[in-house]
């Protein structure tokens, strides 16, 4: 019988961008989420039961029969970590042989941008247990940068001068797959960029051209960055986030670029110039 390969988050931007590509290859896919109903319908691929990363037994049960487990990361909460070591305990007892875990670039336990680090403590539970593993380490999404703009055409945050990376999410899934229908994948680890680093002053021009309108950066202090982002209510780590995503940009923890895209995609990594033109979309709030 074909191996199964289960895959998380497939209602989400990445996860479903994967499901439908492996199952367009032919490969027998099952799609994971905690509400089935709101997983997409994907011909070739079926829907397993429910399972939240947090529930052990609902997990091992969805992932009894998989062999390659696709991990896309929880949302950002404070217990993600060890909702990521719960769901990974319940891959081993259920006998997953493999796992492919998309997190984060420059992943560390001290990173500058605190949701990075969860994403270290996982990769390390993942090293630990008995699973083949292969780490997808992810910039910034491009789609993320129209979105730093707000409405009133202008970009705010402790980023200074430095570079990001950032990825496309389609380069993402197309990279992945090349993984998990590939092989000698095992206990590596991938920096998944975009073909160059550019500031976020760039990143604004990029904007005011596609856009008809002046888009412009102004660059915080850490205290100014906490002080506007406070009328939005959030708890405390999520704002830390948020301010840190920006201060990791201005260390130049976000400035790697790798050519692991072209190599496991098998074509160039989409530019910031270009996911602007192939996705007006993602800019509309700055356009009349």
């Not at 412009?216 to 100014?224: L, T």
């Not at 920006?246 to 050519?259: L, Q, R």
């Amino acid at each position: 019988m074909p191996s199964v390969i289960a895959v998380t988050g497939a209602s989400g931007r990445i996860g479903g961008r994967v499901a439908e590509r492996l199952a367009e290859r032919g490969a027998d896919v099952r799609l994971l989420g905690r509400n089935p109903a709101r997983l997409p319908k994907i011909t070739g691929a079926r829907v397993g039961p429910a399972a939240g990363y947090g529930d052990g037994d609902a997990m091992r049960t969805a992932c009894t029969g998989v062999k390659t487990l696709f991990m896309v990361s929880a949302h950002e909460a404070q217990g993600r970590v060890r909702e990521h070591m719960t769901a990974v305990d319940a891959a081993v007892a259920a006998g997953v042989e493999r796992l492919v875990y998309v997190s984060f670039l420059n992943a560390a336990p001290d990173a500058t941008f605190t949701f990075a680090r969860d994403h270290w403590h996982t990769e390390e539970y993942i090293r630990a247990s008995n699973l083949r593993y292969t780490f997808l380490r992810d910039s910034f999404y491009l789609d993320s940068l129209p979105r730093m703009a707000g409405t009133d055409g202008v970009i705010r945050g402790p980023g200074g001068a430095g570079r990001v990376s950032a990825v496309a999410h389609d380069d993402i899934a197309d990279s992945a797959v090349g993984v998990l229908l590939g092989e000698g994948h095992d206990s590596a680890t991938y920096d998944l960029t975009g073909p160059s680093a550019i500031t976020l002053a760039e990143a604004a021009a990029e904007l005011s051209l596609v856009t008809g309108r002046t888009i412009g950066y102004v660059p915080e202090s850490e205290d100014e960055a906490y002080a506007s982002r406070s009328v939005y209510g959030a708890e405390s780590w999520e704002v830390t986030g948020w301010v840190t995503s920006y201060e990791a940009i201005a260390s130049g923890e976000m400035a790697t670029v790798s050519d692991a895209v072209p190599k496991l995609a098998g074509r160039p990594a989409q530019s910031f110039a270009q996911f602007l033109r192939e996705n007006p979309e993602s800019y509309a709030h700055l356009t009349p």
